[in-house]
Structures are given as structure tokens and as C-alpha cells.
């Protein structure tokens, strides 16, 4: 019921990702409820959150269902959301509706694997697990390993994937036309435009970030931009 009731929510829908490191402007729970508060009454239907105290802040702010994840740098593993067992437990403790792996095919921290998180996540919740890929590869892997959704977050991101300035379209059509769950739409959307497209080649849903959320990026664009004029 759980994930036919967030499924249904997000179908065609747009997730934001609300998300503030901290050295940036805007990091701090209450400033992320009072953004993710924002993102509903422009039309989000979930939001996406980095770190525990965040995903609880949101919530109760927005009553909306989070993607929590947490990042955290591991000094043996480039793999950096919810690396561990450690991260899926902090997230557990606030009952997210989804938690975000990282379901690259590279090696993760303290030899844990992808499979046994994404086991004992759904043994020990009601949450479901979004798989965080940057390839096909990826993609398939974390099917086999029982995730229910796929994102595209890392594609770019990772060295065995195409480093694009704009989203990475091909990979979102060649998914959706193979993967056997959903696929979200996530990394480099700007625009309504690249969002829309993303939904016609057959995704799921879509998640926006930096281009709503970050608007230290947004105005460096503006300012670079008059600078060519």
C-alpha cells in the first residue's frame, strides 16, 4: 500500500530536491523545511533531503513524502550517498517514504554491499529504496539487488559515465524502455522544458535541484551571462 499510495503521488510529477551542504549559504533544517515548504506550494509532490535532521524537519514542515539520503565521504570508497549500514540507520530513525542508495557498481565502504542494505532496509521499514546509477550497468545491478526505482542522479558523475553539460536524455529513454520498475529523471534538468522531455521518453517522475533550489548557482548564472552581452 505504501508503495502504490508514493508511486501514484509522484507519477508525472515533479520531486525537488532540497539540499544544502555545510558551506553554503542556506544549510540548516529550518531553512530547508521553510524551502521544501516553498517547493510544495509551487506544485512539488515529494522532495528529496540529505541528511536525518533535515528529512524529520521536512516533514513535519510539508507533510510531503522524502527521499532522505545522507552523504558522507568515506576515505576507501568514492561512494558518497548513504554509503553504510551507519547512514541507512540514522535515516531509519525518521521514518523516511523513500531512502536514496548510492546502487553504483563501485566499491562501497567497510565491504558492506548493496544488496544486504537495501535487504535489511526493507526488513526493517516501510520504506522503500531508490537507487541512486550513472549507467546501465549500474542499473541493472541494483534491479538484482531488489531496489524499487531508479534515478539517474550520478550519471556524469562517476568515470564510467559521459560527462554532459546537460541532462543525460539517452540514458533515461534506454532505461524506460528496458528497467522492470520506475525511473526518475534526476541530474542537470534546468528547465520545464528538459523536465517535460524527461517525462515523454517515459519517466516516471523528475527530480530538480540546483535550478530551484540553489539560488547561489542561479544568480552566478545571470551574472555570468551579462558578462557575455
Not at 57 to 79: C, D, F, H, M, W
Not at 137 to 149: P, T
Amino acid at each position: 500500500m505504501v508503495q502504490l499510495s508514493f508511486f501514484s503521488a509522484i507519477h508525472k510529477q515533479l520531486i525537488v530536491s532540497c539540499q544544502a551542504l555545510e558551506d553554503e549559504p542556506l544549510h540548516g533544517s529550518e531553512i530547508m523545511a521553510k524551502m521544501a515548504q516553498a517547493a510544495k506550494e509551487g506544485g512539488a509532490k515529494a522532495i528529496r533531503s540529505n541528511s536525518a535532521i533535515d528529512v524529520a524537519a521536512i516533514k513535519k514542515q510539508t507533510e510531503l513524502p522524502v527521499i532522505g539520503l545522507i552523504k558522507r565521504q568515506y576515505t576507501n570508497s568514492e561512494v558518497f550517498i548513504t554509503p553504510t549500514l551507519t547512514e541507512v540507520k540514522e535515516l531509519l530513525e525518521v521514518k523516511p517514504a523513500v531512502i536514496a542508495l548510492d546502487a553504483t557498481l563501485r566499491i562501497r565502504p567497510n565491504g558492506e554491499s548493496l544488496a544486504d542494505l537495501v535487504t535489511y532496509i526493507h526488513k526493517q521499514s516501510k520504506s522503500l529504496v531508490m537507487a541512486d546509477i550513472a549507467t546501465l550497468k549500474d542499473a541493472q545491478y541494483a534491479i538484482e539487488c531488489g531496489v524499487d526505482m531508479i534515478s539517474t542522479t550520478l550519471s556524469g558523475y562517476t568515470t564510467d559515465s559521459p560527462k554532459l553539460k546537460g541532462p543525460d536524455f539517452n540514458l533515461v529513454e534506454k532505461l524506460c524502455n528496458s528497467s522492470t520498475i520506475p525511473v526518475i529523471a534526476e541530474g542537470r534538468i534546468e528547465t520545464p522544458e528538459q523536465a517535460y522531455q524527461m517525462l515523454e521518453l517515459g519517466a516516471w517522475s523528475i527530480v530538480v535541484g540546483s535550478a530551484i533550489t540553489r539560488p547561489q548557482l542561479i544568480t552566478r548564472k545571470f551574472s555570468e551571462g551579462i558578462r557575455l552581452i
